[in-house]
Protein backbone atom coordinates (compact mmCIF):
# COMPACT_ATOMS: atom_id res chain seq x y z
CA UNK A 1 0.00 0.00 0.00
CA UNK A 2 1.65 3.32 -0.75
CA UNK A 3 0.81 6.29 1.02
CA UNK A 4 1.02 9.60 -0.74
CA UNK A 5 2.57 12.31 1.05
CA UNK A 6 0.41 15.08 2.98
CA UNK A 7 1.31 17.58 0.29
CA UNK A 8 1.04 16.07 -2.35
CA UNK A 9 -2.65 15.17 -1.00
CA UNK A 10 -3.61 18.61 -0.73
CA UNK A 11 -2.10 20.10 -4.12
CA UNK A 12 -5.08 19.80 -6.88
CA UNK A 13 -4.45 18.77 -10.21
CA UNK A 14 -3.87 21.41 -12.77
CA UNK A 15 -7.46 22.48 -13.75
CA UNK A 16 -6.30 23.49 -17.07
CA UNK A 17 -4.47 20.84 -17.96
CA UNK A 18 -6.78 18.30 -16.89
CA UNK A 19 -9.49 20.08 -18.90
CA UNK A 20 -7.39 19.12 -21.78
CA UNK A 21 -6.47 15.94 -21.26
CA UNK A 22 -10.33 15.38 -20.45
CA UNK A 23 -10.93 16.78 -23.88
CA UNK A 24 -8.28 15.12 -25.88
CA UNK A 25 -9.53 11.51 -24.45
CA UNK A 26 -13.60 12.70 -25.51
CA UNK A 27 -11.83 13.16 -29.29
CA UNK A 28 -10.06 9.70 -28.96
CA UNK A 29 -13.05 8.22 -28.10
CA UNK A 30 -14.42 9.71 -31.49
CA UNK A 31 -16.23 13.05 -30.21
CA UNK A 32 -16.69 16.09 -31.75
CA UNK A 33 -14.97 18.11 -29.09
CA UNK A 34 -13.38 21.87 -29.85
CA UNK A 35 -11.42 22.60 -26.73
CA UNK A 36 -10.95 26.42 -25.64
CA UNK A 37 -8.95 25.03 -22.45
CA UNK A 38 -5.65 25.06 -23.05
CA UNK A 39 -4.00 28.29 -23.15
CA UNK A 40 -1.23 27.91 -26.07
CA UNK A 41 -0.93 29.95 -28.86
CA UNK A 42 -2.20 27.87 -32.06
CA UNK A 43 0.87 29.69 -34.16
CA UNK A 44 4.07 27.54 -34.55
CA UNK A 45 7.41 28.15 -33.66
CA UNK A 46 8.98 31.29 -35.93
CA UNK A 47 11.49 29.57 -38.53
CA UNK A 48 13.92 31.47 -37.45
CA UNK A 49 14.31 30.22 -33.96
CA UNK A 50 13.60 26.95 -35.26
CA UNK A 51 16.79 27.38 -37.65
CA UNK A 52 18.57 28.38 -34.15
CA UNK A 53 18.00 25.21 -32.72
CA UNK A 54 19.30 23.09 -35.72
CA UNK A 55 22.24 25.18 -35.58
CA UNK A 56 22.73 24.77 -31.56
CA UNK A 57 22.94 20.79 -32.45
CA UNK A 58 24.72 20.84 -35.32
CA UNK A 59 26.86 22.69 -33.44
CA UNK A 60 26.70 19.91 -30.45
CA UNK A 61 25.14 22.12 -27.80
CA UNK A 62 23.70 18.98 -26.46
CA UNK A 63 25.51 18.79 -22.95
CA UNK A 64 24.52 19.46 -19.36
CA UNK A 65 24.86 23.44 -18.94
CA UNK A 66 25.36 25.80 -16.37
CA UNK A 67 22.08 26.15 -14.02
CA UNK A 68 21.16 29.24 -14.49
CA UNK A 69 21.36 29.33 -18.51
CA UNK A 70 24.19 29.67 -20.85
CA UNK A 71 26.15 33.09 -20.28
CA UNK A 72 25.18 34.54 -23.42
CA UNK A 73 21.39 33.47 -23.52
CA UNK A 74 21.19 35.82 -19.72
CA UNK A 75 23.06 38.95 -21.94
CA UNK A 76 20.67 38.30 -24.51
CA UNK A 77 17.66 38.39 -21.88
CA UNK A 78 19.26 41.44 -20.13
CA UNK A 79 19.52 43.36 -23.20
CA UNK A 80 15.92 42.22 -23.95
CA UNK A 81 15.17 43.63 -20.27
CA UNK A 82 15.86 47.42 -21.39
CA UNK A 83 14.92 47.15 -24.70
CA UNK A 84 11.12 45.85 -23.76
CA UNK A 85 10.97 46.66 -20.20
CA UNK A 86 13.25 49.84 -19.82
CA UNK A 87 14.64 47.06 -16.45
CA UNK A 88 18.40 47.03 -15.64
CA UNK A 89 19.23 43.30 -14.74
CA UNK A 90 22.39 42.24 -14.96
CA UNK A 91 23.25 38.09 -15.81
CA UNK A 92 24.02 37.44 -12.84
CA UNK A 93 20.78 38.48 -11.61
CA UNK A 94 18.79 36.20 -14.51
CA UNK A 95 18.20 32.42 -14.06
CA UNK A 96 16.51 30.22 -16.78
CA UNK A 97 14.44 27.80 -16.54
CA UNK A 98 12.33 25.00 -17.71
CA UNK A 99 8.97 27.68 -18.06
CA UNK A 100 8.12 30.11 -16.64
CA UNK A 101 5.87 27.55 -13.69
CA UNK A 102 9.63 26.04 -12.60
CA UNK A 103 10.55 29.44 -12.08
CA UNK A 104 7.68 30.68 -10.27
CA UNK A 105 8.06 27.47 -7.85
CA UNK A 106 11.65 28.55 -7.54
CA UNK A 107 10.80 31.73 -5.97
CA UNK A 108 8.18 30.45 -3.96
CA UNK A 109 10.10 28.11 -2.62
CA UNK A 110 13.74 30.58 -1.97
CA UNK A 111 11.40 32.72 0.02
CA UNK A 112 8.49 30.66 1.43
CA UNK A 113 8.79 29.24 5.14
CA UNK A 114 5.92 27.35 6.95
CA UNK A 115 3.30 29.81 7.66
CA UNK A 116 4.65 32.72 5.80
CA UNK A 117 1.35 34.38 4.09
CA UNK A 118 1.35 35.13 0.65
CA UNK A 119 -1.30 37.45 -1.52
CA UNK A 120 -2.39 36.55 -4.39
CA UNK A 121 -5.35 38.68 -6.24
CA UNK A 122 -8.25 36.57 -7.46
CA UNK A 123 -8.99 36.02 -10.68
CA UNK A 124 -5.40 34.16 -10.22
CA UNK A 125 -3.62 31.48 -12.72
CA UNK A 126 -4.12 27.93 -11.51
CA UNK A 127 -1.01 27.05 -10.26
CA UNK A 128 -0.09 30.12 -8.16
CA UNK A 129 -2.00 28.81 -4.82
CA UNK A 130 -0.76 25.05 -5.12
CA UNK A 131 2.82 26.18 -5.88
CA UNK A 132 1.80 27.83 -2.45
CA UNK A 133 1.16 25.17 -0.71
CA UNK A 134 3.49 22.92 -1.65
CA UNK A 135 6.04 25.21 0.24
CA UNK A 136 3.47 25.47 2.84
CA UNK A 137 2.61 29.21 2.69
CA UNK A 138 -0.60 30.19 3.62
CA UNK A 139 -2.25 31.94 0.56
CA UNK A 140 -4.72 34.97 1.24
CA UNK A 141 -6.93 35.31 -1.20
CA UNK A 142 -8.39 38.95 -2.16
CA UNK A 143 -10.52 39.50 -4.85
CA UNK A 144 -11.40 41.94 -7.46
CA UNK A 145 -14.50 41.20 -9.28
CA UNK A 146 -15.52 41.94 -12.75
CA UNK A 147 -16.97 45.37 -11.86
CA UNK A 148 -13.21 46.62 -11.42
CA UNK A 149 -11.82 44.70 -14.62
CA UNK A 150 -10.49 42.18 -12.07
CA UNK A 151 -7.73 44.60 -10.83
CA UNK A 152 -6.77 45.12 -7.02
CA UNK A 153 -6.57 48.19 -5.65
CA UNK A 154 -3.97 49.91 -3.27
CA UNK A 155 -6.34 50.11 -0.36
CA UNK A 156 -7.24 46.31 -1.06
CA UNK A 157 -3.55 45.10 -1.04
CA UNK A 158 -2.82 47.05 2.08
CA UNK A 159 -6.16 45.76 4.36
CA UNK A 160 -4.54 42.33 3.60
CA UNK A 161 -0.94 43.15 4.91
CA UNK A 162 -0.15 41.43 8.08
CA UNK A 163 3.27 40.96 9.68
CA UNK A 164 3.45 37.39 8.63
CA UNK A 165 3.25 38.60 4.63
CA UNK A 166 5.96 37.46 2.85
CA UNK A 167 4.85 37.71 -0.65
CA UNK A 168 2.56 38.86 -3.15
CA UNK A 169 1.65 37.14 -6.51
CA UNK A 170 0.11 38.51 -9.79
CA UNK A 171 0.29 38.59 -13.62
CA UNK A 172 -0.59 41.44 -16.02
CA UNK A 173 -1.46 40.70 -18.57
CA UNK A 174 -3.86 38.03 -16.40
CA UNK A 175 -4.81 34.72 -16.97
CA UNK A 176 -7.48 34.29 -16.52
CA UNK A 177 -8.93 37.69 -17.06
CA UNK A 178 -6.82 39.26 -19.61
CA UNK A 179 -6.71 42.34 -17.59
CA UNK A 180 -3.80 44.75 -18.17
CA UNK A 181 -2.79 47.11 -15.11
CA UNK A 182 -1.98 50.52 -16.16
CA UNK A 183 1.09 52.43 -15.10
CA UNK A 184 -0.64 54.63 -12.54
CA UNK A 185 -2.32 51.33 -11.44
CA UNK A 186 0.76 49.74 -10.61
CA UNK A 187 2.22 52.73 -8.96
CA UNK A 188 -0.90 52.55 -6.60
CA UNK A 189 0.70 48.95 -5.54
CA UNK A 190 3.93 50.03 -5.30
CA UNK A 191 3.34 53.14 -3.40
CA UNK A 192 2.33 50.47 -1.04
CA UNK A 193 4.80 47.81 -1.33
CA UNK A 194 7.55 50.17 -0.47
CA UNK A 195 6.54 50.59 3.03
CA UNK A 196 6.68 46.88 3.52
CA UNK A 197 10.32 45.80 1.66
CA UNK A 198 10.09 42.40 3.44
CA UNK A 199 7.07 41.60 1.01
CA UNK A 200 9.17 39.94 -2.02
CA UNK A 201 6.61 40.62 -5.35
CA UNK A 202 6.25 37.66 -7.98
CA UNK A 203 5.26 40.16 -11.36
CA UNK A 204 4.50 37.51 -13.98
CA UNK A 205 4.50 38.96 -17.16
CA UNK A 206 4.47 36.04 -19.82
CA UNK A 207 1.90 37.63 -21.55
CA UNK A 208 3.46 40.96 -22.33
CA UNK A 209 3.69 40.81 -25.80
CA UNK A 210 -0.12 39.85 -26.17
CA UNK A 211 -1.50 43.34 -25.24
CA UNK A 212 -4.15 44.91 -27.42
CA UNK A 213 -4.15 48.44 -25.29
CA UNK A 214 -0.57 49.71 -25.70
CA UNK A 215 2.41 49.46 -23.83
CA UNK A 216 3.32 47.20 -21.53
CA UNK A 217 4.07 47.99 -18.08
CA UNK A 218 6.67 46.40 -15.28
CA UNK A 219 6.36 47.16 -12.02
CA UNK A 220 10.01 46.56 -11.67
CA UNK A 221 10.27 50.12 -13.04
CA UNK A 222 9.69 51.68 -9.99
CA UNK A 223 12.67 52.36 -8.12
CA UNK A 224 11.10 52.43 -4.80
CA UNK A 225 10.38 48.70 -5.30
CA UNK A 226 12.33 47.01 -7.78
CA UNK A 227 14.83 45.23 -5.06
CA UNK A 228 11.18 43.51 -4.25
CA UNK A 229 10.79 42.40 -7.18
CA UNK A 230 10.84 39.39 -9.76
CA UNK A 231 10.05 39.92 -12.91
CA UNK A 232 8.86 36.53 -14.23
CA UNK A 233 8.92 36.15 -18.38
CA UNK A 234 9.21 33.33 -20.81
CA UNK A 235 9.12 32.33 -24.68
CA UNK A 236 5.75 29.95 -24.48
CA UNK A 237 3.19 32.73 -25.29
CA UNK A 238 4.63 35.59 -27.15
CA UNK A 239 7.06 33.25 -29.26
CA UNK A 240 4.43 30.03 -29.48
CA UNK A 241 7.60 27.84 -27.83
CA UNK A 242 5.22 26.09 -24.78
CA UNK A 243 7.28 22.89 -26.00
CA UNK A 244 10.35 24.30 -25.86
CA UNK A 245 10.25 24.58 -22.25
CA UNK A 246 11.64 28.26 -21.00
CA UNK A 247 10.96 30.60 -18.39
CA UNK A 248 13.47 33.29 -16.60
CA UNK A 249 13.43 35.61 -14.28
CA UNK A 250 15.08 39.31 -13.52
CA UNK A 251 15.47 39.38 -9.23
CA UNK A 252 17.36 40.46 -6.78
CA UNK A 253 21.02 39.43 -6.57
CA UNK A 254 20.49 37.50 -3.43
CA UNK A 255 17.21 35.85 -5.03
CA UNK A 256 18.94 35.25 -8.41
CA UNK A 257 21.21 33.05 -6.21
CA UNK A 258 18.83 31.14 -4.28
CA UNK A 259 16.83 30.05 -7.18
CA UNK A 260 19.83 28.68 -8.97
CA UNK A 261 20.48 26.86 -5.79
CA UNK A 262 16.90 25.14 -5.98
CA UNK A 263 17.26 24.42 -9.44
CA UNK A 264 20.45 22.80 -9.01
CA UNK A 265 19.01 20.32 -6.86
CA UNK A 266 15.57 19.68 -8.73
CA UNK A 267 16.25 20.15 -13.15
CA UNK A 268 19.79 21.36 -13.59
CA UNK A 269 19.88 24.15 -16.38
CA UNK A 270 17.03 23.97 -19.10
CA UNK A 271 17.49 21.98 -22.55
CA UNK A 272 20.87 23.46 -24.43
CA UNK A 273 18.71 23.66 -27.57
CA UNK A 274 16.09 25.57 -26.56
CA UNK A 275 18.50 27.76 -24.66
CA UNK A 276 20.47 28.74 -28.18
CA UNK A 277 17.06 29.27 -29.84
CA UNK A 278 15.88 31.52 -27.18
CA UNK A 279 18.61 33.61 -28.12
CA UNK A 280 17.22 34.04 -31.51
CA UNK A 281 13.63 35.13 -30.15
CA UNK A 282 15.12 37.12 -27.53
CA UNK A 283 17.61 39.26 -30.32
CA UNK A 284 14.20 39.43 -32.55
CA UNK A 285 12.52 42.74 -32.66
CA UNK A 286 8.77 41.85 -31.50
CA UNK A 287 7.97 43.68 -34.23
CA UNK A 288 7.96 40.24 -35.84
CA UNK A 289 4.97 39.16 -33.31
CA UNK A 290 3.04 42.24 -34.66
CA UNK A 291 0.78 39.29 -37.18
CA UNK A 292 0.15 37.11 -34.46
CA UNK A 293 -1.07 39.83 -31.72
CA UNK A 294 -2.96 41.19 -34.77
CA UNK A 295 -4.72 37.95 -35.13
CA UNK A 296 -5.45 37.76 -31.24
CA UNK A 297 -6.61 40.70 -31.09
CA UNK A 298 -9.24 40.02 -34.61
CA UNK A 299 -10.21 36.28 -32.49
CA UNK A 300 -11.39 38.56 -29.15
CA UNK A 301 -13.17 40.83 -31.23
CA UNK A 302 -15.24 38.08 -32.54
CA UNK A 303 -15.35 36.13 -29.36
CA UNK A 304 -16.26 39.38 -27.36
CA UNK A 305 -19.19 39.86 -30.18
CA UNK A 306 -20.33 36.83 -29.74
CA UNK A 307 -20.51 36.74 -26.06
CA UNK A 308 -22.42 39.94 -25.82
CA UNK A 309 -24.83 38.35 -28.16
CA UNK A 310 -25.79 36.16 -25.62
CA UNK A 311 -28.58 36.65 -23.19
CA UNK A 312 -27.42 36.39 -19.43
CA UNK A 313 -23.93 36.13 -20.06
CA UNK A 314 -21.93 39.37 -18.79
CA UNK A 315 -18.45 39.47 -20.34
CA UNK A 316 -15.06 41.82 -19.51
CA UNK A 317 -13.40 43.28 -22.26
CA UNK A 318 -10.05 42.03 -21.87
CA UNK A 319 -6.91 44.24 -23.09
CA UNK A 320 -4.69 41.29 -23.32
CA UNK A 321 -3.20 37.96 -22.95
CA UNK A 322 -5.51 35.53 -25.44
CA UNK A 323 -8.55 34.56 -22.67
CA UNK A 324 -12.36 36.19 -21.85
CA UNK A 325 -13.50 35.35 -18.09
CA UNK A 326 -17.29 35.88 -18.99
CA UNK A 327 -19.70 35.89 -15.97
CA UNK A 328 -22.33 33.21 -16.09
CA UNK A 329 -23.79 32.93 -12.88
CA UNK A 330 -27.29 34.40 -14.15
CA UNK A 331 -27.39 30.37 -15.22
CA UNK A 332 -27.29 29.37 -11.73
CA UNK A 333 -30.49 27.29 -10.49
CA UNK A 334 -31.54 26.98 -14.34
CA UNK A 335 -31.53 22.96 -15.70
CA UNK A 336 -32.04 21.16 -19.18
CA UNK A 337 -32.86 17.70 -19.57
CA UNK A 338 -32.54 16.63 -16.03
CA UNK A 339 -29.06 18.85 -15.96
CA UNK A 340 -29.34 21.88 -13.61
CA UNK A 341 -26.19 23.99 -13.14
CA UNK A 342 -25.30 24.93 -10.05
CA UNK A 343 -22.31 26.88 -10.05
CA UNK A 344 -19.19 27.27 -12.78
CA UNK A 345 -17.76 23.71 -12.41
CA UNK A 346 -21.88 22.75 -13.88
CA UNK A 347 -21.66 25.23 -16.21
CA UNK A 348 -17.89 23.90 -17.41
CA UNK A 349 -19.54 20.40 -17.59
CA UNK A 350 -23.05 21.16 -19.27
CA UNK A 351 -21.10 22.77 -21.81
CA UNK A 352 -18.65 20.31 -22.70
CA UNK A 353 -21.34 17.30 -22.55
CA UNK A 354 -24.34 19.47 -24.41
CA UNK A 355 -21.95 21.72 -26.87
CA UNK A 356 -18.84 19.76 -26.99
CA UNK A 357 -16.87 22.53 -26.20
CA UNK A 358 -14.34 22.37 -23.74
CA UNK A 359 -13.50 25.12 -21.43
CA UNK A 360 -12.05 25.79 -17.66
CA UNK A 361 -14.39 26.58 -14.58
CA UNK A 362 -13.64 29.83 -12.79
CA UNK A 363 -13.60 28.30 -9.71
CA UNK A 364 -9.89 26.78 -10.58
CA UNK A 365 -8.66 30.53 -10.71
CA UNK A 366 -10.76 31.92 -7.61
CA UNK A 367 -13.97 33.23 -9.11
CA UNK A 368 -17.16 30.79 -8.74
CA UNK A 369 -19.39 32.88 -11.36
CA UNK A 370 -16.94 32.65 -14.33
CA UNK A 371 -16.03 30.77 -16.98
CA UNK A 372 -12.47 31.32 -19.04
CA UNK A 373 -12.54 30.94 -22.76
CA UNK A 374 -9.24 30.61 -24.74
CA UNK A 375 -9.63 31.76 -27.84
CA UNK A 376 -6.46 30.97 -29.28
CA UNK A 377 -7.73 28.87 -31.83
CA UNK A 378 -8.22 30.02 -35.77
CA UNK A 379 -11.38 31.92 -36.48
CA UNK A 380 -13.71 29.04 -37.56
CA UNK A 381 -13.18 27.47 -34.60
CA UNK A 382 -14.35 30.12 -32.37
CA UNK A 383 -17.56 30.61 -34.54
CA UNK A 384 -18.19 27.51 -34.19
CA UNK A 385 -17.68 27.18 -30.32
CA UNK A 386 -19.57 30.54 -29.72
CA UNK A 387 -22.42 28.94 -31.97
CA UNK A 388 -22.52 26.03 -30.10
CA UNK A 389 -22.45 27.69 -26.39
CA UNK A 390 -25.55 30.32 -27.48
CA UNK A 391 -27.41 27.28 -28.78
CA UNK A 392 -26.68 25.22 -24.98
CA UNK A 393 -27.23 28.17 -23.65
CA UNK A 394 -30.34 28.94 -24.82
CA UNK A 395 -31.74 25.43 -23.79
CA UNK A 396 -31.01 26.34 -19.84
CA UNK A 397 -34.76 27.24 -18.05
N1 LIG B 1 2.20 32.18 -15.81
C1 LIG B 1 1.03 32.30 -16.44
C2 LIG B 1 0.14 33.43 -16.08
C3 LIG B 1 0.65 31.37 -17.43
O1 LIG B 1 -0.51 31.50 -18.04
C4 LIG B 1 1.52 30.32 -17.75
C5 LIG B 1 1.05 29.37 -18.81
N2 LIG B 1 1.56 28.19 -18.92
C6 LIG B 1 2.73 30.23 -17.05
C7 LIG B 1 3.04 31.16 -16.10
C8 LIG B 1 3.72 29.13 -17.27
O2 LIG B 1 4.34 29.21 -18.51
P1 LIG B 1 5.49 28.23 -18.97
O3 LIG B 1 4.97 27.53 -20.18
O4 LIG B 1 6.66 29.12 -19.31
O5 LIG B 1 5.80 27.32 -17.83
N1 LIG C 1 -0.85 28.49 -18.68
C1 LIG C 1 -1.69 27.83 -19.62
C2 LIG C 1 -3.12 27.88 -19.14
O1 LIG C 1 -3.41 28.55 -18.22
C3 LIG C 1 -1.18 26.45 -19.93
C4 LIG C 1 -1.55 25.35 -18.98
C5 LIG C 1 -0.74 25.36 -17.73
O2 LIG C 1 0.48 25.50 -17.80
O3 LIG C 1 -1.37 25.22 -16.69
O4 LIG C 1 -3.97 27.25 -19.72
Same mark, same amino acid.
Given at each position: ???L ?28 I ?14 FI ?7 M???FT ?14 I ?11 Y??? +?? &? %??T @????S? !? ?8 ? #? ?10 V ?6 K ?11 G ?18 K ?5 F???C ?16 D ?14 I???I??M ?13 ? +?? &? %??? @?????? !? ?5 L??? #? ?9 T??Q ?8 S ?8 A??A ?7 M????N ?27 F ?7 G?S ?18 EA ?41 N
Amino acid at each position: MIHLSDRLMAMEESATIAMSRKSRELKAEGKDIISLSLGEPDFFTPQFIKDAAVEAMDNNFTMYTPVQGYDDLRESISKKFKRDNGLDYTKD +QI &V %TST @GAKQSI !ANVVLSIINP #GDEVIVPAPYWVSYLEIVKVAEGIPVVIKAGIDRDFKISGKQLEAAITPKTKMLIFSTPCNPTGSVYTKEELKELADVLKKYPQIVVISDEIYEHINFMGKHESLAQFPEVYN +QV &V %TVN @GVSKAW !AMTGWRLGYI #GAPKAIADACTKVQGQFTSGTCSITQKATIAAMEADPIVLKEMITAFNKRRVLVLNALNNMKGVKANVPAGAFYVFPDVSSFFGKSYNGTTVHNADDMCLYLLDEALVALVTGDAFGDQNCIRISYAASDETLIEAMKRIKTALEKLN
